[in-house]
Protein backbone atom coordinates (compact mmCIF):
# COMPACT_ATOMS: atom_id res chain seq x y z
CA UNK A 1 0.00 0.00 0.00
CA UNK A 2 1.41 3.48 -0.55
CA UNK A 3 1.72 5.32 2.13
CA UNK A 4 2.39 9.14 2.93
CA UNK A 5 5.88 9.12 4.02
CA UNK A 6 7.96 11.73 5.89
CA UNK A 7 10.13 12.07 2.52
CA UNK A 8 7.05 12.53 0.02
CA UNK A 9 5.36 14.72 2.48
CA UNK A 10 8.79 17.10 2.38
CA UNK A 11 8.04 17.24 -1.71
CA UNK A 12 4.73 17.82 -1.54
CA UNK A 13 5.24 21.07 1.02
CA UNK A 14 7.81 22.32 -0.93
CA UNK A 15 5.88 22.05 -4.21
CA UNK A 16 3.07 24.05 -2.48
CA UNK A 17 5.71 26.57 -1.03
CA UNK A 18 6.57 27.11 -4.06
CA UNK A 19 3.46 28.31 -5.94
CA UNK A 20 1.05 29.74 -2.69
CA UNK A 21 2.60 32.53 -3.19
CA UNK A 22 3.57 32.54 -6.82
CA UNK A 23 0.91 35.39 -8.77
CA UNK A 24 2.10 34.42 -12.08
CA UNK A 25 0.70 32.65 -14.18
CA UNK A 26 -2.87 33.32 -13.11
CA UNK A 27 -6.05 32.52 -14.27
CA UNK A 28 -8.84 34.81 -12.87
CA UNK A 29 -12.67 34.04 -12.11
CA UNK A 30 -13.39 38.07 -11.99
CA UNK A 31 -16.34 39.94 -13.11
CA UNK A 32 -14.96 43.67 -14.33
CA UNK A 33 -18.56 46.18 -14.24
CA UNK A 34 -15.64 48.90 -14.80
CA UNK A 35 -12.31 49.99 -15.68
CA UNK A 36 -11.81 50.48 -11.91
CA UNK A 37 -12.01 46.43 -11.84
CA UNK A 38 -9.27 46.01 -13.97
CA UNK A 39 -6.44 45.16 -11.26
CA UNK A 40 -3.66 41.80 -10.75
CA UNK A 41 -4.37 38.85 -8.58
CA UNK A 42 -2.90 40.12 -5.19
CA UNK A 43 -4.53 43.58 -5.42
CA UNK A 44 -7.71 41.19 -5.51
CA UNK A 45 -7.17 38.54 -3.68
CA UNK A 46 -3.99 39.60 -0.79
CA UNK A 47 -4.30 35.92 0.71
CA UNK A 48 -5.10 33.39 -2.20
CA UNK A 49 -3.42 34.90 -5.22
CA UNK A 50 -1.25 32.38 -5.83
CA UNK A 51 -1.20 28.87 -7.31
CA UNK A 52 -2.13 29.71 -11.00
CA UNK A 53 -6.09 30.71 -9.93
CA UNK A 54 -8.18 30.86 -6.93
CA UNK A 55 -9.29 27.67 -5.73
CA UNK A 56 -5.53 25.92 -5.56
CA UNK A 57 -4.20 28.66 -4.11
CA UNK A 58 -6.64 27.89 -1.29
CA UNK A 59 -6.41 23.87 -1.37
CA UNK A 60 -2.54 24.71 -1.56
CA UNK A 61 -2.83 26.12 1.74
CA UNK A 62 -4.94 23.46 3.11
CA UNK A 63 -2.15 20.84 2.02
CA UNK A 64 0.67 22.93 3.87
CA UNK A 65 -0.77 23.04 7.00
CA UNK A 66 -2.28 19.39 6.66
CA UNK A 67 1.34 18.45 6.26
CA UNK A 68 2.47 20.95 8.89
CA UNK A 69 0.22 19.02 11.46
CA UNK A 70 0.94 15.49 10.52
CA UNK A 71 4.49 16.10 10.46
CA UNK A 72 5.63 18.92 12.79
CA UNK A 73 9.12 18.61 12.41
CA UNK A 74 9.36 18.31 8.82
CA UNK A 75 11.95 20.96 7.12
CA UNK A 76 9.89 22.55 5.64
CA UNK A 77 7.26 23.27 8.96
CA UNK A 78 9.00 26.32 9.96
CA UNK A 79 8.23 27.91 6.38
CA UNK A 80 4.66 27.13 6.26
CA UNK A 81 4.53 28.39 9.44
CA UNK A 82 5.82 32.15 8.59
CA UNK A 83 4.39 32.22 5.53
CA UNK A 84 0.78 31.32 7.50
CA UNK A 85 1.31 34.13 9.74
CA UNK A 86 2.29 36.64 7.35
CA UNK A 87 -0.77 35.77 4.96
CA UNK A 88 -4.11 34.95 7.10
CA UNK A 89 -4.21 38.48 8.84
CA UNK A 90 -7.54 40.47 9.80
CA UNK A 91 -6.81 43.16 7.34
CA UNK A 92 -6.30 40.51 4.40
CA UNK A 93 -9.37 38.40 5.46
CA UNK A 94 -11.31 41.95 5.44
CA UNK A 95 -10.06 42.14 2.11
CA UNK A 96 -11.21 38.79 0.66
CA UNK A 97 -14.21 39.25 2.53
CA UNK A 98 -15.03 42.57 0.54
CA UNK A 99 -14.82 41.06 -2.60
CA UNK A 100 -17.63 38.74 -2.22
CA UNK A 101 -19.79 41.40 -1.06
CA UNK A 102 -19.64 43.03 -4.80
CA UNK A 103 -22.99 42.38 -6.64
CA UNK A 104 -20.72 40.57 -9.44
CA UNK A 105 -19.27 38.21 -6.96
CA UNK A 106 -22.44 36.18 -6.39
CA UNK A 107 -21.05 32.83 -8.43
CA UNK A 108 -17.21 33.51 -7.91
CA UNK A 109 -15.82 30.04 -7.08
CA UNK A 110 -19.27 28.62 -6.47
CA UNK A 111 -19.34 25.05 -5.40
CA UNK A 112 -15.68 24.11 -5.71
CA UNK A 113 -13.47 27.49 -4.19
CA UNK A 114 -16.39 27.44 -1.52
CA UNK A 115 -15.83 23.91 -0.61
CA UNK A 116 -12.22 24.22 -0.46
CA UNK A 117 -12.47 27.62 2.05
CA UNK A 118 -14.43 25.93 4.21
CA UNK A 119 -11.62 22.35 4.12
CA UNK A 120 -8.72 24.96 4.90
CA UNK A 121 -10.70 26.57 7.45
CA UNK A 122 -11.58 23.53 9.07
CA UNK A 123 -7.67 22.52 9.23
CA UNK A 124 -6.43 26.08 10.22
CA UNK A 125 -8.85 25.19 13.58
CA UNK A 126 -6.55 21.99 14.14
CA UNK A 127 -3.77 23.80 14.68
CA UNK A 128 -3.88 24.84 18.60
CA UNK A 129 -0.75 27.12 18.69
CA UNK A 130 -1.96 29.50 16.25
CA UNK A 131 -4.54 31.74 15.61
CA UNK A 132 -5.24 30.81 12.03
CA UNK A 133 -8.52 29.12 12.62
CA UNK A 134 -9.65 31.99 14.23
CA UNK A 135 -8.71 34.39 11.41
CA UNK A 136 -10.38 32.38 8.77
CA UNK A 137 -13.34 32.10 10.56
CA UNK A 138 -15.39 34.86 9.13
CA UNK A 139 -14.29 33.84 5.78
CA UNK A 140 -15.51 30.79 6.41
CA UNK A 141 -19.08 31.83 8.05
CA UNK A 142 -19.16 33.90 4.77
CA UNK A 143 -18.98 30.52 2.49
CA UNK A 144 -21.40 28.63 4.50
CA UNK A 145 -23.90 31.41 4.19
CA UNK A 146 -23.38 31.43 -0.09
CA UNK A 147 -23.66 27.12 0.84
CA UNK A 148 -27.12 27.80 2.84
CA UNK A 149 -28.79 29.94 -0.01
CA UNK A 150 -27.42 28.38 -2.91
CA UNK A 151 -28.38 24.68 -2.30
CA UNK A 152 -32.26 25.39 -1.79
CA UNK A 153 -31.94 27.04 -5.48
CA UNK A 154 -30.03 23.96 -6.83
CA UNK A 155 -32.77 22.18 -8.43
CA UNK A 156 -30.59 19.86 -10.40
CA UNK A 157 -26.85 18.90 -9.39
CA UNK A 158 -23.93 19.43 -11.30
CA UNK A 159 -22.07 16.15 -12.22
CA UNK A 160 -19.52 17.36 -14.64
CA UNK A 161 -16.15 15.77 -13.19
CA UNK A 162 -14.82 19.21 -13.37
CA UNK A 163 -14.93 22.33 -10.64
CA UNK A 164 -18.53 22.77 -10.79
CA UNK A 165 -19.68 19.31 -9.52
CA UNK A 166 -22.19 19.04 -6.58
CA UNK A 167 -21.23 16.34 -5.14
CA UNK A 168 -17.39 16.81 -4.50
CA UNK A 169 -18.27 19.96 -2.87
CA UNK A 170 -20.67 18.71 -0.41
CA UNK A 171 -18.41 15.76 0.39
CA UNK A 172 -15.67 18.50 1.42
CA UNK A 173 -18.50 20.97 2.83
CA UNK A 174 -20.33 18.38 4.93
CA UNK A 175 -17.10 17.63 6.97
CA UNK A 176 -16.41 21.10 8.01
CA UNK A 177 -20.27 21.61 8.29
CA UNK A 178 -20.26 18.58 11.23
CA UNK A 179 -18.12 20.52 12.91
CA UNK A 180 -19.01 24.28 12.97
CA UNK A 181 -22.84 23.99 11.37
CA UNK A 182 -25.02 21.15 11.77
CA UNK A 183 -28.13 22.47 10.32
CA UNK A 184 -25.65 22.75 6.90
CA UNK A 185 -24.76 19.45 7.32
CA UNK A 186 -28.57 18.70 7.10
CA UNK A 187 -29.36 20.52 4.88
CA UNK A 188 -26.13 19.07 2.37
CA UNK A 189 -27.81 15.49 3.42
CA UNK A 190 -31.26 16.39 2.49
CA UNK A 191 -30.12 17.77 -0.90
CA UNK A 192 -28.10 14.78 -1.61
CA UNK A 193 -30.90 12.38 -1.00
CA UNK A 194 -32.52 14.53 -3.32
CA UNK A 195 -30.68 14.02 -6.26
CA UNK A 196 -28.82 11.38 -5.76
CA UNK A 197 -31.11 8.84 -3.73
CA UNK A 198 -33.37 7.38 -6.45
CA UNK A 199 -29.99 7.03 -8.91
CA UNK A 200 -29.51 3.15 -10.13
CA UNK A 201 -27.29 0.93 -12.81
CA UNK A 202 -24.52 3.60 -13.22
CA UNK A 203 -23.13 3.86 -17.06
CA UNK A 204 -19.99 5.62 -15.30
CA UNK A 205 -19.34 7.79 -18.87
CA UNK A 206 -16.10 8.86 -18.19
CA UNK A 207 -13.85 10.29 -18.80
CA UNK A 208 -14.14 13.77 -20.68
CA UNK A 209 -11.37 14.52 -21.74
CA UNK A 210 -10.47 17.34 -19.16
CA UNK A 211 -11.86 15.49 -15.88
CA UNK A 212 -10.34 15.51 -12.49
CA UNK A 213 -13.55 14.39 -10.79
CA UNK A 214 -14.94 11.09 -11.06
CA UNK A 215 -18.61 12.00 -11.49
CA UNK A 216 -19.41 8.58 -10.50
CA UNK A 217 -17.64 7.76 -7.90
CA UNK A 218 -17.52 11.19 -6.05
CA UNK A 219 -21.84 10.44 -6.02
CA UNK A 220 -21.37 7.40 -4.20
CA UNK A 221 -18.71 9.08 -1.82
CA UNK A 222 -21.36 11.70 -0.86
CA UNK A 223 -24.29 9.23 -0.23
CA UNK A 224 -21.52 7.02 1.75
CA UNK A 225 -20.27 10.69 4.09
CA UNK A 226 -23.85 11.87 4.21
CA UNK A 227 -26.17 8.40 4.24
CA UNK A 228 -23.46 6.11 5.69
CA UNK A 229 -26.76 3.66 6.93
CA UNK A 230 -28.58 3.45 3.80
CA UNK A 231 -25.41 3.13 1.64
CA UNK A 232 -24.98 -0.56 1.35
CA UNK A 233 -28.18 -1.13 -0.51
CA UNK A 234 -27.59 2.34 -2.80
CA UNK A 235 -24.45 0.97 -3.85
CA UNK A 236 -25.79 -2.40 -4.76
CA UNK A 237 -28.26 -0.55 -7.19
CA UNK A 238 -25.84 2.46 -7.98
CA UNK A 239 -22.94 -0.16 -9.20
CA UNK A 240 -24.10 -3.60 -9.40
CA UNK A 241 -21.51 -4.95 -10.87
CA UNK A 242 -18.50 -4.07 -9.39
CA UNK A 243 -17.16 -7.38 -8.96
CA UNK A 244 -16.57 -8.25 -12.98
CA UNK A 245 -14.84 -4.68 -12.76
CA UNK A 246 -17.85 -2.98 -14.56
CA UNK A 247 -17.88 -0.60 -15.87
CA UNK A 248 -14.89 -1.27 -17.05
CA UNK A 249 -13.61 2.48 -17.11
CA UNK A 250 -13.88 3.22 -13.35
CA UNK A 251 -11.44 0.47 -12.57
CA UNK A 252 -8.58 1.36 -15.31
CA UNK A 253 -6.65 4.52 -14.85
CA UNK A 254 -6.61 7.85 -17.40
CA UNK A 255 -3.92 8.12 -19.95
CA UNK A 256 -2.48 11.77 -19.84
CA UNK A 257 -1.11 12.73 -23.34
CA UNK A 258 0.39 15.82 -22.51
CA UNK A 259 0.96 17.41 -19.25
CA UNK A 260 1.42 21.23 -20.34
CA UNK A 261 -1.55 21.56 -21.64
CA UNK A 262 -4.05 22.69 -18.66
CA UNK A 263 -6.86 20.83 -19.09
CA UNK A 264 -5.62 17.60 -20.38
CA UNK A 265 -3.28 17.56 -17.48
CA UNK A 266 -6.40 17.62 -15.49
CA UNK A 267 -6.69 13.46 -15.84
CA UNK A 268 -3.63 13.09 -13.31
CA UNK A 269 -5.93 14.53 -10.84
CA UNK A 270 -8.84 11.96 -12.06
CA UNK A 271 -6.43 9.28 -10.98
CA UNK A 272 -6.01 10.34 -7.76
CA UNK A 273 -9.57 11.28 -6.63
CA UNK A 274 -10.49 7.97 -8.19
CA UNK A 275 -7.46 7.10 -5.65
CA UNK A 276 -9.27 8.85 -3.07
CA UNK A 277 -12.74 7.46 -3.78
CA UNK A 278 -12.09 3.98 -3.79
CA UNK A 279 -10.10 3.71 -0.87
CA UNK A 280 -12.53 5.62 1.40
CA UNK A 281 -15.28 3.53 0.17
CA UNK A 282 -13.16 0.53 0.67
CA UNK A 283 -13.91 0.97 4.38
CA UNK A 284 -17.78 0.54 3.74
CA UNK A 285 -17.09 -2.69 0.93
CA UNK A 286 -18.02 -6.18 1.46
CA UNK A 287 -14.69 -7.60 2.22
CA UNK A 288 -14.31 -8.86 -1.71
CA UNK A 289 -15.46 -5.53 -3.28
CA UNK A 290 -13.29 -3.93 -1.03
CA UNK A 291 -9.98 -5.66 -1.38
CA UNK A 292 -10.98 -5.37 -5.14
CA UNK A 293 -11.80 -1.18 -4.68
CA UNK A 294 -8.30 -0.74 -2.54
CA UNK A 295 -6.47 -2.76 -5.19
CA UNK A 296 -7.92 -0.26 -8.22
CA UNK A 297 -7.08 2.98 -5.99
CA UNK A 298 -3.21 1.34 -5.64
CA UNK A 299 -2.99 1.48 -9.07
CA UNK A 300 -4.67 4.92 -9.77
CA UNK A 301 -2.53 6.30 -7.36
CA UNK A 302 0.75 4.78 -8.46
CA UNK A 303 -0.68 6.13 -12.27
CA UNK A 304 -0.59 9.71 -11.09
CA UNK A 305 1.99 10.15 -7.67
CA UNK A 306 5.01 10.69 -10.11
CA UNK A 307 3.63 13.67 -11.81
CA UNK A 308 3.24 15.77 -8.87
CA UNK A 309 5.84 18.27 -10.17
CA UNK A 310 7.26 18.97 -14.06
CA UNK A 311 4.75 21.34 -15.79
CA UNK A 312 3.05 24.24 -13.21
CA UNK A 313 -0.18 23.09 -15.10
CA UNK A 314 0.01 20.50 -12.94
CA UNK A 315 2.11 21.23 -10.16
CA UNK A 316 -0.05 24.04 -8.88
CA UNK A 317 -2.76 21.89 -8.11
CA UNK A 318 -2.08 17.74 -8.47
CA UNK A 319 -0.27 17.71 -4.47
CA UNK A 320 -3.74 18.08 -3.09
CA UNK A 321 -5.73 15.35 -4.82
CA UNK A 322 -2.43 12.96 -3.52
CA UNK A 323 -2.93 14.09 -0.15
CA UNK A 324 -6.82 13.03 -0.48
CA UNK A 325 -5.81 9.84 -1.35
CA UNK A 326 -3.11 9.23 0.57
CA UNK A 327 -4.89 10.44 4.20
CA UNK A 328 -7.99 7.97 2.61
Request: charged share 25%.
Amino acid sequence: MIELTPELASHMARIALGHVSREYPHKLDHVLDSDDDARGPKALHPIFFGSFDWHSCVHGWWTLLTLRRLFPDMAEAEAIERLADASFTPAKVVAELAYLQRPSSRGFERPYGWAWLLYLHLEASRHGDRSWGDELAALAGAFAERFRNFLPLLTYPVRAGTHFNSAFALVLAREWAERFDPPLGGLIAERVCDWFGDDRDCQAWEPSGEDFLSPALVEALVIAECRAALFAGWFNGFLPRVEQRQPATLFTPATVSDRSDGKIAHLDGLNLSRAWCWRKLAALLPEAEATLARDVAETHLAAALPHLSGDYMGEHWLASFALLALLA
